[in-house]
């Protein structure tokens, strides 16, 4: 997909205010700090347009980008950061479990995860807990950058058995610093907007 128009359009808090035009959406669930924010930023060519930060926690609501009036990015809060209290925690939890449950415009869930790491307990967590609704997701192996090409394959069989991972959903490693793996999430993008209803889908690859 060619971006020529992305804008933040709210940071939300609850449903009443999630957009109404019925645009299909993307939802990006993540670590902390896994790199949520900065892969929005490379797919729509956009330095800042979805705050980065290195302090972790940074994201607390859900964060609407718009493309192309085509579709919206819907950046989750990062989850698994030690600081966040208990409370504050349990809501973040309430209202993702609330939209990814209900929201009817959800095409597809990108679970970031990070290329050098196995999955954290939250990530296999979350994963189990989409695999169980039936959920398409796309997991995304960022920051690949950061190790050596030559054990990318490693890494990447250790992510996959550790969440033990569906055949039918996406796996693609990518790097928002480099651009790797953008053109290939973007024809995965494609293929799931266009489907009308997640209940619908049928697996592929
Ligand atoms: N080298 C490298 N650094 C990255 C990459 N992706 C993210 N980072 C860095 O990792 C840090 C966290 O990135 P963010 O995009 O803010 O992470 P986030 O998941 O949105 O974090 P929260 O909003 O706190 O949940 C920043 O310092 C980024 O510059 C990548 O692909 N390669
Ligand atoms: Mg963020």
């Avoid at 205010?17 to 900065?38: C, F, T």
């Avoid at 208990?86 to 609330?98: A, F, N, P, S």
């Avoid at 928002?176 to 619908?200: A, F, P, T, V, Y």
Wanted: a neutral charge; one cysteine or more.
């Amino acid at each position: 997909m060619k971006v020529t128009n992305s804008e933040f359009v709210i940071s939300a808090v609850g449903p009443d205010q999630y957009p109404v035009d019925g645009l299909p959406e993307i939802a990006l669930a993540g670590r902390s700090n896994v790199g949520k924010s900065s892969l929005i930023n490379r797919m729509i060519n956009r330095k800042n347009l979805a705050r980065t930060s290195s302090t972790p926690g940074k994201t607390q609501h859900l964060n609407y980008y718009r493309i192309n009036d085509e579709l919206y990015f819907v950046d989750f809060p990062g989850y698994g950061y030690a600081k966040v209290s208990k409370t504050k925690r349990q809501v973040w939890g309430e209202m993702i479990e609330k939209y990814l449950l209900e929201r009817e415009t959800l095409r597809l869930v990108m679970l970031i995860v990070d290329l050098r790491h196995p999955p954290s307990k939250d990530d296999e967590m979350m994963y189990d807990w989409l695999k169980h609704y039936d959920m398409p997701v796309c997991v995304v192996a960022t920051k690949a950058d950061k190790i050596p090409k030559s054990r990318w394959p490693k890494h990447l069989k250790i992510i996959r058995e550790s969440l033990a991972m569906r055949a039918g959903d996406g796996f693609i490693m990518f790097s928002s610093e480099e651009g790797l793996g953008k053109d290939q999430l973007w024809s995965h993008i494609n293929q799931h907007i266009r489907s009308e209803d997640m209940s619908l889908e049928e697996s592929e690859e």
